[in-house]
Each structure stands twice: as C-alpha cells, then as structure tokens.
C-alpha cells in the first residue's frame, strides 16, 4: 500500500488506534484519484462509501432555488466527508467535486459500520466532528441569509481564517487554502462580479490583501463590524 495509506495514524479518527489496529483496518480502505472538476457523489446517490481527503481539496455544494451552487462546505485533507449519510444510512445530502486533482481513501459502508462497531474511539471521534460541522453548516445558512453581500463575505473571510488559517507575529492571518473568486462567490451564494467588486473594495480599505495566491486578513476587527454593524 502507499506511502499515503501507511501514515494513517496521522488522520484524526485513526489517530488512537495502535499498529495492529491500524494493520487491521487497511485491507478495508481503497485508494482513488480525481481530477479537478470531478464528482466524486451527487445529492440523492446512495451512501454507499466513506471518504477521507488525503491530498487536494473538496468542495461540498447544494443548489439554490434558482439554480446557482452554493458551496456549504470546504474539505481539507486529511478530512473525511460523506460521513453524516453513511452513519444514518440515508442518500447523500449534497454534492462533492474535486476543487484540484486530489487524492483519496474510501471505505464501504458495510466495512465503515463494522470498523465503527470495532473500535469505539473512531465512532467517537466522527460524531465529535460531525457536531462542530453541523455547527459550521447553521452558520453558512445564516451568513447566507445575511442581506448585504460584503457581510457574508467577511463572515466567510473570518470562518477560514479561524479554520484553515495561520496566525502571524504581526497578527494578521493568511487563509491556507487558493480560493478563486469562483470559489467565494458560490460560497456566499453571489456572484462573480459582485465578489470581485466586494474583495476590491476590502483591499483598498486595507482589511485584506493577497499573497502567493492566498488571502491575507489584515485587519479583523474591521470585518467583525461588517459582519455585526
């Protein structure tokens, strides 16, 4: 098996389990590859398989009234996703589609629940992490419903910075993630020109800036008053 697959005590929910453990699970995981544009399951597809990003990125997306992607979630390895619906056993809520050529591990549903079943402390592990999630997806909605458009931006400007962001001795914060304006706008259900109008006029505010491809929050507490005027 790979160099990937035999570092997978690294991955959160397998990060308890001893050597022999691990070696017990392997034979159950399978490796795949996506391109970039892939579908790896559409909402409504039976949960038939448990995924965790090892290499990449994912995003998860549902469509609006009107037609538009909404993206709801961002996964970064080496997250799981499609877990919610293979746990409770009912269709997948959402879509999932490779953001970049990414690599992954599956797991059958019938092998999933019979891991889960063997080992207490992963089923532990996934439900603690659905919670936060759950948590993360009423807030999306809420930033979503928000109003005005720079509110929802900034709100999900501030989401990445506190989940995939590294902090800086001048206290700035860089998103550690390439987001396109795409990207945003199908995260704050939007569009294109409208983020690209949004983002501009943060920068020359001097709330953010942009380096190496990556956003950088330089002003937090001027998009806190945005998000809570």
Same mark, same amino acid.
């Given at each position: ?21 691990i ?14 544009k ?18 990449g990125k994912? $995003?998860?997306?549902? =469509?609006?009234?009107d037609?538009?992607? !909404?993206?709801?979630? #961002?996964?970064?390895?080496? @997250?799981?996703? /499609? ?25 059958s ?19 603690a992490?659905?919670?936060d ?8 909605? $809420?930033?979503?419903? =928000? ?5 929802? !931006?900034?709100?999900? #400007?501030?989401?990445?910075? @506190?989940k995939? /962001? ?18 945003i ?45």
């Amino acid at each position: 098996m790979s160099h990937e697959l035999n570092n997978l005590k690294k991955i959160h929910i397998f990060s308890n389990l001893s050597d022999d453990e691990i070696k017990e699970i392997r034979p159950y995981l399978i490796k795949e590859s996506f391109k970039k544009k892939q579908e790896i399951f559409s909402e409504g597809d039976p949960p038939d398989w448990f995924y965790i990003l090892l290499s990449g990125k994912m $995003k998860i997306t549902k =469509l609006s009234h009107d037609g538009r992607e !909404i993206i709801i979630e #961002l996964i970064s390895p080496p @997250d799981f996703f /499609g877990g919610f619906a293979v746990l409770k056993g009912f269709p997948y809520p959402a879509n999932a589609v490779a953001m970049e050529d990414s690599g992954i591990i599956k797991m059958s549903r019938h092998n999933f629940l019979k891991i889960i079943d063997r080992f207490p402390n992963v089923m532990y592990d996934i439900t603690a992490n659905l919670g936060d999630r759950i948590r993360e997806f009423h807030d999306t909605l $809420k930033n979503i419903a =928000l109003e005005r458009v720079e509110s929802r !931006i900034a709100a999900l #400007l501030l989401k990445l910075a @506190d989940k995939a /962001g590294e902090k800086k001795a001048d206290k700035t914060a860089v998103i550690n993630m390439r987001l396109t304006k795409q990207d945003i706008a199908e995260m704050v259900g939007t569009t294109v020109e409208t983020t690209i109008r949004v983002m501009s006029k943060f920068k020359k505010s001097g709330y953010i800036s942009e380096k190496d491809g990556r956003i950088v929050i330089e002003n937090s507490k001027a998009l806190e008053a945005i998000v809570n005027p």
